[in-house]
């Protein structure tokens, strides 16, 4: 293993990027399903740019010879039969192993030349996560002839810094790059395209170090077709930040859904308590008994937001002690 440097060693920090750039101890990630048209270019490309680095491609059950074509540009080529991204992510994260991994689309709308600079702070231990930021510099915009998209990614990081109070700028970007200890740690649950979701609202919630890395984004070529579908997908992600907001957050999500629970019910509860104090009567009994329901209901919400919290942080002690497993087995490779 390449020795991960500090910066209070500034020449091993130096030796450290230098071989990183040439690719020692790096995995490149291509997921791919039916990408005949790029898949050569986008593996002969990285071949090129870090020529010590090893260029694995998933093959998701593609029909139009993407397999053949990338073994033939001297990809390593494996087969994930279960179809979706989030599937082929798993397989990679459990199955490689490598010092650092670097995962990008085989549709080759992501420069190569890019691959160092996502690469480098993590080797300068200055990062564990990098993301190919194609917003901040306006190629996305510029390049992408889906306009929905760019609302999609926006729509994204709003809400995921709504959630957790911090966002990176490029929330849906297919190029990355990771330290060994973020792949190895990270349970994968996502099945298709909102693993990228996952991923950054992982990185978010775990407390890793991110770095926004600008890349020039290019659109795909003639003849290349995107497979997200804009809304079907889009619908799924949104999903799919609900449930992680549930599962890492528990208190939070729970407790403002007592919050309106107990809202409705004082709303349904309050005249009926003016007209009791008025009274002495209660002649809108189903209002009285919808308002108890929500009351209860909101109790229990907020019960199981206080059980479900303290399961979370039980969780969250065991993950941060396999963190610490995986980085002193690193140290002794």
């Not at 130096?14 to 050569?40: F, H, K, S």
């Not at 033939?72 to 179809?83: C, D, M």
């Not at 691959?115 to 992408?144: C, F, H, K, Q, W």
Request: charged content about 25%; some cysteine; aromatic content about 10%.
């Amino acid at each position: 293993m390449t020795d991960i440097a500090t910066t209070s060693n500034p020449a091993a920090t130096a030796e450290a990027v230098a071989a990183i750039r040439r690719g020692e101890g790096v995995a490149v990630l291509i997921p791919c399903y039916n990408e005949a048209v790029t898949i050569a270019k986008v593996v002969d490309d990285f071949r090129a740019v870090l020529p010590r680095a090893t260029v694995y491609v998933y093959d998701n059950n593609s029909t139009d010879g993407t397999a053949a074509i990338a073994a033939a540009h001297g990809a390593v080529v494996r087969r994930e039969s279960r179809q979706g991204k989030g599937n082929v992510v798993r397989s990679m994260f459990r199955d490689i192993d490598a010092d650092y991994y670097l995962m990008v689309d085989g549709d080759d709308t992501y420069p190569a030349e890019a691959a160092g600079d996502l690469l480098a702070p993590i080797a300068a231990d200055e990062a564990d996560m990098t993301v190919g930021d194609r917003i901040s510099n306006g190629s996305y915009g510029a390049e992408n002839e889906r306009p929905f998209h760019g609302f999609g990614n926006n729509l994204v990081r709003r809400l995921i810094r709504l959630i957790y109070g911090y966002a990176f700028e490029d929330v849906m970007t297919g190029y990355r790059a990771f330290s060994r200890a973020f792949v190895k740690t990270m349970p994968v649950m996502s099945e298709g395209f909102q693993i990228e979701t996952e991923v950054s609202i992982w990185a978010v919630d775990r407390r890793w170090r991110v770095a926004d890395v600008p890349i020039v984004y290019r659109d795909r070529p003639e003849g290349s077709e995107s497979k997200l579908s804009t809304f079907t997908d889009g619908m799924l992600v949104i999903a799919a930040i609900a449930s992680l907001f549930r599962d890492y957050r528990p208190m939070a999500f729970f407790g403002w859904l007592a919050v309106v629970l107990g809202l409705c019910g004082l709303a349904a509860g309050v005249p009926v308590i003016g007209e009791y104090l008025d009274s002495g009567y209660v002649s809108r009994l189903p209002s009285a008994v919808l308002a108890v329901a929500f009351m209860l209901t909101a109790a229990l919400s907020l019960t199981a937001g206080l059980i479900l919290d303290t399961v979370a942080k039980s969780h969250r002690r065991q993950w941060e002690m396999s963190v610490y497993r995986v980085m002193e087995a690193d140290r002794w490779r």
